[in-house]
């Protein structure tokens, strides 16, 4: 039911089927519970539907920048790998470099270098599995990006 061997979208030795994604899925899914979180913290923050970040289009703007922003902190504040962080959207390392290019230029903005500063916390704690429920939820005290953040 799973994928496994050459096709498998986790390089490396073998892994364990759940880290791999069902084939008759369309777009994929981060492969760890952290990741998964992650993206919906990402999401819930941007208000867009998680599931538009697995998109294998592009999609909107603010969807596309939702993505990049859980790219980047994949990579930068959980410390995957370029490769890892782009697989975990069907995206390939390139795409993810650029994606960490792109909101690192962004943080000159004060507002998303406020938002990305707040991400980035909420992430080292879940992390440390230091979070609860009410860490996901409270972005209603962060400003959406798309509701001005980047100009």
Not at 48 to 76: C, D, F, I, K, W
Request: proline share 5%; aromatic share 6%; net charge positive.
């Amino acid at each position: 039911m799973f994928k496994t061997g050459q096709n498998s979208k986790i390089s490396g030795s073998a892994t364990a089927p759940c880290a791999m994604r069902p084939p008759d899925r369309k777009g994929h899914k981060p492969s760890d519970a952290l990741a998964w979180v992650v993206t919906g913290r990402v999401a819930l923050a941007f208000g867009v539907n998680p599931e538009y970040l697995h998109s294998p289009t592009r999609g909107m703007a603010n969807v596309a920048l939702a993505r990049q922003v859980s790219m980047y902190l994949l990579h930068v504040a959980l410390g995957m790998t370029l490769a890892r962080a782009g697989a975990a959207f069907d995206r390939d390392r390139t795409t993810a470099a650029h994606a960490c290019r792109v909101v690192e230029d962004l943080r000159d903005n004060p507002a998303f270098d406020r938002q990305i500063s707040e991400l980035e916390r909420f992430t080292q704690r879940a992390r440390a599995g230091q979070f609860a429920m009410r860490d996901v939820l409270e972005s209603t005290n962060m400003p959406h990006a798309a509701a001005g953040a980047v100009s």
